[in-house]
């Protein structure tokens, strides 16, 4: 593990019952990188980026994340939660609270930061998503895309050194997928580290340093985009390709 190494996944598996979903999965992500992580439905795109903030249990292999290594106990996941920001395909905003509120609730509850300091912090990171003129209004009077952001300037509250992403456009009208795409863009211009699990190839040609491909529970490829585009070593590889570009 090199000194700038964030995230190490060493021969990772994981079963669903019976079902074997991730198989020896190997992966080093270091500070600052970008990559995106297609394949299939049914992969194990979603579980992969699960278990690296413990949304998902695995039962082989070791995850460690900035030093700590992920297991059972429960002030490593807690440590790690603080440093991992994660956005979803739903937006999983709170419909009952506005948008302020969704922002402000995790940094004064979990953080404890005085309500003041909370709300300055989310106007600052809703400006920075570029709605911050939505604020107080709630999610169902926003846009798919407006409410996508508000999810990302959510996790962005919570101060994470590395941003993961499961399909966050993929809900959305193809109008909207643009303004999420230039947020995430812009993040990665700042030198978040982010794991995206995403099939907008445009993002990944211009965007990623590295492109991983996933099937059936495997790593089959990974490439940086000029190669993995142009160049794709295996057959299941050139295969999603031709079915999604
Ligand atoms: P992807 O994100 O690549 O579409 P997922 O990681 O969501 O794939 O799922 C991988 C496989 O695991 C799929 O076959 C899915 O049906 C199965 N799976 C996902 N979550 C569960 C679960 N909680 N219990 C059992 N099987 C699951
Ligand atoms: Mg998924």
């Not at 709630?138 to 996790?155: C, T």
């Not at 999420?180 to 907008?200: P, Q």
């Not at 492109?211 to 585009?229: C, H, L, N, S, Y």
Request: hydrophobic share 40%; net charge negative; glycine share 6%.
């Amino acid at each position: 593990m090199t000194q700038d190494t964030v995230i190490e996944i060493h021969d990772l598996n994981k079963w669903y019952g019976h079902f074997h979903v991730l198989k020896h999965i190997n992966l080093s992500v270091h500070q600052g990188e970008r990559i995106v992580i297609c394949g299939p439905s049914g992969s194990g795109k979603s579980t992969l980026i699960r278990c690296i903030n413990r949304l998902e249990e695995h039962q082989q292999g070791t995850i460690v994340v900035e030093g700590t290594e992920l297991t059972r106990d429960l002030k490593n996941v807690t440590d790690i939660r603080k440093n991992v920001g994660m956005v979803f395909q739903g937006f999983n905003l709170f419909p009952h609270l506005t948008i302020l509120e969704n922002l402000t609730l995790a940094p004064t509850w979990v953080r404890q930061m005085p309500e003041k300091k909370a709300k300055k912090m989310a106007m600052d990171f809703l400006a920075r998503v570029h709605i911050d003129s939505q604020a107080h209004k709630y999610p169902g009077q926003l846009s798919g895309g407006q409410q996508q952001r508000a999810a990302i300037a959510r996790a962005l509250c919570m101060n994470p050194r590395i941003m993961l992403f499961d399909e966050p456009t993929s809900a959305l009208d193809p109008e909207m997928i643009k303004e999420v795409l230039d947020v995430m863009t812009e993040l990665a211009e700042e030198g978040m580290t982010m794991i995206c699990v995403t099939h907008e190839m445009g993002f990944a040609r211009t965007v990623a340093d590295r492109v991983i491909f996933m099937d059936a529970g495997e790593i089959i490829e990974e490439a940086p985009p000029q190669d993995f585009f142009t160049n794709p070593t295996f057959d299941r590889t050139q295969l999603f390709l031709s079915q999604i570009l």
